[in-house]
């Protein structure tokens, strides 16, 4: 197949999946084009299925700000004709979703017909779509979409309950590549961490409000008290200096290290003993799943998807947004020499359900079906 993919070109879980979905696709042979404003951070080899459509987004001065959704439209009638492609798969409702389907109608005119899946990954759902500024336009484009999938049974959910959604939603989870994701022999960066065998704990996000890292560092800091431990905080965002001026205030700022955006995380989740994942809404939690990949183990907020991702007493523990003790009490569990290789061991045994290899047939299977069924609908009249 020639599929088109639309995505954030960002560190996001939207962006993130699509990229690997991609590269996924394209060693099984299919021939992927991305369409979207900046190569993706994730697109890093080169393959000759592989294609880039960069979105030129110009500036005029009519418009106090570019018309990304009019330019992405644009670029992907161009590709579509171009390149022949079967199928248009848009990550993120806003605005792909909406662009896509005016492509599509514009495409129509020429005697062009293209099926179009939308995938809904979380905040496109859960925060701006239930904007009312958005909310018509959310609805319509995912009511227009020719297949629609959604990363949990719980933003399926979310969608059918905040949105008149006529469509129906397949739920297809995130996965994660094991070739790439595993625990490596990083011995050396552990020791220069915790010299002394201190206990390593990590967290790694966007630093927004939504992921509580607050609650991070505050767990950490009880838990210091009872376990010599570290702290790694990956990632970068608004919260960050509120963020250190609380590791100052707590006195624990030689304990813990901001390590910024890494590209490599795999390298620094090899060496930790928890991942912690405080979020007060988190569709499914791809980055504890690259965790769990690395044999880390989970404490986690019981938002979202993560219990379906995190199973509470086995691969970690799920506790109530914002239980900063029944965290801290948990993750004293995990950490105890008795406990830890149990839940490491499961930890990896349940990332492996999420392999690529096992969920990559059920995004072939649905993009043949909902061609098919777009085919009857349309190519016939």
Known sequence: MKIGIVCYPTFGGSGVVATELGKALAKEGHQIHFITYRQPTRLDFFSENLYYHEV????????????????????????????????????????????????????????????????????DITLVGKDPSYEPVVTFSINQSDGVTAVSEDLKKDTFEHFDIKNHIEVIPNFIDLERFKKQ???????????????????????????????????????????PAKLLLVGDGPERDKMERLCRDLGTCDDIRFLGKLEAVEEVLSVADLFIMPSEKES?????????????????????GIPELNIDGVTGYVCDIGDVTTMTEKALEILDDKNLQRFKTNALARAKEFDVAKILPLYEKFYIETIEKFQSKFINV
Do not use: W
């Open 56 to 123: 030129d987004i110009k500036s005029y001065p009519l418009f106090e700000h570019a018309p990304y959704e009019l330019a992405l439209a644009s670029k992907m009638v161009n590709v579509v004709k171009y390149e022949g492609l079967d199928l248009l798969h848009v990550h993120y409702a806003i605005p792909h979703a909406s662009a896509a389907y005016m492509a599509k109608q514009i495409l129509k005119e020429e005697g062009i017909y293209i099926p179009v899946v939308t995938t809904l990954h979380g905040t």
């Open 284 to 304: 499914f939690g791809l980055a504890a799943l690259e965790a769990m990949a690395c044999e880390v183990p989970i404490l986690s907020s019981n938002a979202g």
């Open 185 to 227: 022999k990083k011995e050396h960066f552990k020791l220069a961490i915790c010299p002394h065998g201190e206990k390593l704990l990590v967290h790694t996000s966007n630093f927004r409000k939504v992921k509580r890292v607050e609650d991070v560092i505050r767990v950490f800091y009880q838990v210091r008290k009872s376990i």
